[in-house]
């Protein structure tokens, strides 16, 4: 079973402010999407920048009929939310933006605006048929998807650069605000997956995390600390094993372990993390497409309205084979 997380930049309509800019531009995006999610063939793909629910439709329409959709309600100002493509039933556990209680609102700008709940919705999902064993054996397979705040900063007034480098900073401290808030309430309802059962339940996290495998945000989601993969610890059972979860990038062929080029630098920012369960049937993960090598991406910048309409993705897929 191949599991996997893609952000499919953009995917809208033509027509719209976001998305491509006429038909044949459309066209040519889905084809290219739709070439890399066959060629993966995975059984279950969280999708992140569904912009129009009605697009997703037409890329599922390009692989076959044996798929099934799931997508948040939860969208951002731009419309843009996560979802799922999946060869198994999906059964909808949870659509949420909410910050756990306990969590205040969060600055978000200059005016002292605060938001209490996400940018964009969380998903979790319950995949297999009612009463079946999950495609790891076992239990039923529950996943959620996630988009958290991005580090391409905007400021008001619609503008990708500040005035100053004291906007610069203030803006870039509200994003990572949002973001570790984002990730807090993310990580609150991996606990409800989990369920304190780990080791026997069978539940992965995926999405665009905006931050790379170190950053205090990603942390915040293995729960307690330790037993990474590649540490003494990671053979070693112990009462944290309930409620980890475990990045795969260490599994990723260093090569390979980025996901999007930022003004030419290599990050890996998009993620799947693996119950107690799950990970120790792990046999492969990577980015791109399988054996085909390091993912050949363009560089981004600042401004996402450069690549309006540009074929496929500026993320690579990034995946775990499950034994």
């Known amino acids: 079973m191949l599991l996997g997380t893609w952000n499919l930049e953009n995917l809208y309509r033509p027509g719209g402010p976001y998305g491509p800019q006429d038909e044949a531009a459309y066209e040519a995006k889905l084809a290219a999407l739709a070439a890399v999610i066959t060629e993966l063939d995975p059984a279950l793909l969280g999708v992140q920048e569904v912009g129009d629910p009605e697009a997703l439709a037409d890329l599922t329409g390009m692989l076959g009929d044996d798929w ?40 978000v700008d200059d005016a002292g605006t605060t938001v209490a709940g996400a940018g964009r919705g969380f998903l979790a999902v319950e995949a297999g048929q009612p009463g079946e064993s999950g495609p790891a054996g076992g239990g039923p397979l529950r996943v959620a998807v996630c988009h958290l705040k991005s580090k391409l900063l905007s400021y008001p007034d619609g503008r990708f650069q500040p005035r100053d480098e004291g906007e610069r900073a203030r803006y870039g401290a509200y994003a990572l605000y949002r973001r570790a808030a984002e990730a807090a309430a993310l990580r609150a309802l991996a606990d409800v997956l989990l369920d304190g059962d780990g080791q026997g339940r069978d539940v992965a996290v995926v999405g665009d995390l905006n931050d790379e495998v170190q950053a205090a945000t990603t942390q915040i989601l293995l729960g307690p600390p330790g037993s990474e993969i590649g540490t003494p610890g990671y053979d070693r059972p112990d009462r944290g094993d309930a409620a980890r979860l475990w990045n795969v990038a260490p599994l990723v062929p260093p090569g390979q372990r980025y996901s999007r080029v930022n003004s030419g630098r290599r990050e890996l920012i998009d993620h799947v993390l693996l119950s107690h369960r799950l990970v120790r049937r792990a046999t492969a993960a990577g980015t791109g497409l399988p054996d085909e090598g390091p993912p050949g991406l363009p560089s981004v910048g600042p401004d996402p309205a450069d690549r309006r309409g540009v074929a496929g993705s500026d993320h690579a897929p990034v995946w775990v084979r499950i034994g």
């Open 68 to 107: 099934h959709l799931a997508l948040s309600a939860h969208a951002d100002s731009r419309g843009i939310r996560v979802g799922f493509l999946s060869r198994l039933p999906l059964a909808v556990l949870e659509d949420t933006a909410a910050f756990p209680a306990e969590l205040r609102p969060v600055q």
